[in-house]
């Protein structure tokens, strides 16, 4: 079994910053997979950004400049650093891990950002 715990998330205004962090422990052989994804009201979870297979990394072209995606491997852990933050930033975001052939998800944390 693999858990993932999400840290970071808060209340800040437009324009300020977060970094969010997501930290992976249990049965883990080997990680194919992070990423993030947010789910804000009334809308469907979405791709914020992703390590995806052969390195690539792929961002939502709206948050494209403003967000930063990082991972250290050494310590399970993968990273959002959220700059220039609007309103429309506002939702519950979501650690995303695949082990093997399997996806995990964290339980979320919340991002409000006030106008």
């Known amino acids: 079994q693999v858990q993932l715990v999400e840290t970071g998330g808060g209340l800040v205004q437009a324009g300020g910053s977060l970094r969010l962090s997501c930290v992976a422990s249990?049965?883990?052989?080997?990680?194919?997979?992070m990423g993030w994804y947010r789910q804000a009201p009334g809308k469907q979870r979405e791709l914020v950004a992703i390590?995806?297979?052969?390195?690539?990394?792929n961002y939502a072209d709206s948050v494209k400049g403003r967000f930063t995606i990082s991972r250290d491997n050494a310590k399970k852990s993968v990273y959002l650093q959220m700059n220039s933050l609007k309103p429309e930033d506002t939702a519950v975001y979501y650690c995303?891990?695949?082990?093997?052939?399997?996806?995990?998800w964290g339980q979320g944390t919340q991002v409000t950002v006030s106008s």
């Open positions: 390590f995806a297979s052969g390195g690539n990394i």
């Open positions: 995303n891990v695949w082990v093997g052939a399997r996806g995990y």
């Open positions: 249990g049965s883990i052989f080997s990680i194919n997979g």
